[in-house]
């Protein structure tokens, strides 16, 4: 079973710069999780083409983006008569309120950092490529960084053992949790573990993208801009480790752009979830035929 990528979703180092179009399975993952998430229902496969239409995302996009995430595991397909419906596999779901729960609770600037860090040691045959790969990409999603070869690093106390239990390589991990001694120090070593450059980036990014009243010129309506902002924003987030403020930059720009988020956000709701009731077609695979 595949996880959804973070190197590519969230990753260390550079990446897609906000601003750039948002790739369609992105679109696809904020689209359920807004819409679907929660509520146990399908979207027919119409009813979200006509959404997407609404952020200049055509027909043929969608419908390929549907079937590859059926492919992965993170769509279900139902089909009622001659109508297909699509809804969230528990996989998908889990990586969305994971995902919720990193907009609206967690926060983008982390002030509350005991000192304690969580480390992973891990040692693969060079032969097991697609372990490796798999793992790195867990980690990445949990906010570890490379320290250096074989060796991650995450601030905070992190619950290793749900991370790696899917992937059967318990016993060739080890984690630990504990502070940083002399002479490390902590302001270094998330400099070497991660891009700090680039995460900031995101965030600027992000505000010249939807700060002075902009908006992206692809989206036709509210709907169509709820959906934008909101990828963009869960794009931006799982790309954060959630690094301790203290040892940030001053000026860090993501405490603005998580307000300039959760304003437009409520600007957005009321009309996007009026028009969302009038478009979407939705069915309940758990009800009665």
Do not use: K
């Not at 260390?12 to 179009?21: H, R, S």
């Not at 399908?42 to 549907?66: M, N, W, Y």
């Not at 969580?118 to 798999?134: A, K, M, Q, V, Y």
């Not at 906010?143 to 992190?158: E, I, S, T, Y």
């Amino acid at each position: 079973m595949t996880h959804p990528d973070p190197a590519q979703e969230r990753g260390q180092g550079p990446a897609a710069e906000c601003g750039a179009p948002p790739r369609p399975q992105s679109l696809m993952l904020s689209f359920f999780g807004i819409h679907v998430l929660g509520t146990n229902t399908a979207l027919s496969s119409a009813s979200v083409i006509d959404a997407f239409a609404r952020v200049a995302v055509g027909e043929d996009a969608v419908r390929s983006t549907l079937t590859r995430m059926v492919g992965r595991g993170l769509l279900a397909r139902h089909r009622r008569g001659r109508r297909m419906y699509f809804s969230l596999t528990s996989r998908a779901a889990a990586v969305l309120a994971d995902g919720q729960e990193r907009i609206w609770r967690t926060g983008a600037v982390n002030r509350a950092w005991d000192g304690t860090w969580t480390l992973i040691g891990f040692s693969l045959p060079e032969s097991w490529r697609r372990e490796r790969h798999d793992l790195r990409s867990r980690l990445v999603w949990a906010g570890f960084g490379p320290l250096q070869n074989g060796l991650w690093v995450a601030p905070g106390r992190v619950d290793v053992a749900p991370l790696v239990a899917e992937l059967g390589l318990g016993d060739r991990i080890r984690a630990f949790q504990g502070e940083v001694a002399a002479p490390t120090e902590a302001g270094p070593l998330l400099g070497t573990a991660f891009d700090i450059d680039a995460i900031a980036q995101g965030y600027r990014g992000f505000l010249a993208r939807w700060g002075g009243g902009s908006v992206p010129a692809e989206a036709r309506d509210d709907l169509g801009r709820q959906l934008l902002l909101h990828t963009d924003w869960l794009d931006l987030v799982r790309r954060d480790p959630h690094l301790p403020a203290e040892h940030l930059p001053e000026q860090w720009p993501a405490a603005r752009a998580e307000e300039l988020f959760r304003e437009l956000a409520h600007r957005f709701e009321p009309e996007a979830s009026r028009t969302a009731r009038e478009i979407l077609d939705r069915w309940d695979p758990t009800g009665p035929a």
